[in-house]
């Protein structure tokens, strides 16, 4: 097994169903995502990161993003999952 990330209460954007899913949490193992949910629960080996106050887009990339001068672009995390 790899390293778990738990990603927790972010707000998922479903591109399939055009819905957002707020306080959700995404499970990373390794370099696949394996969980995504509202409800989902944390594995407890898992790092988890709190993605409070920001949009989840699993599975996609922003290929356009303004950061400069962003009041909270400290809390900007950006990781590629190639799977």
Known sequence: MSELLAITGGTVIDVRTGTRQPNATVVVDGDRIVAVG?????????????????????????????????????KVVYRTYRG
């Not at 629960?41 to 996609?60: H, K, S, Y």
């Open 38 to 74: 509202t409800t989902q629960d944390v594995p407890e080996t898992a790092r988890v990161i709190d993605a409070t106050g920001t949009w989840l887009l699993p599975g996609l990339m922003d290929m356009h993003g303004h950061i400069t001068g962003e009041h909270n672009a400290h």
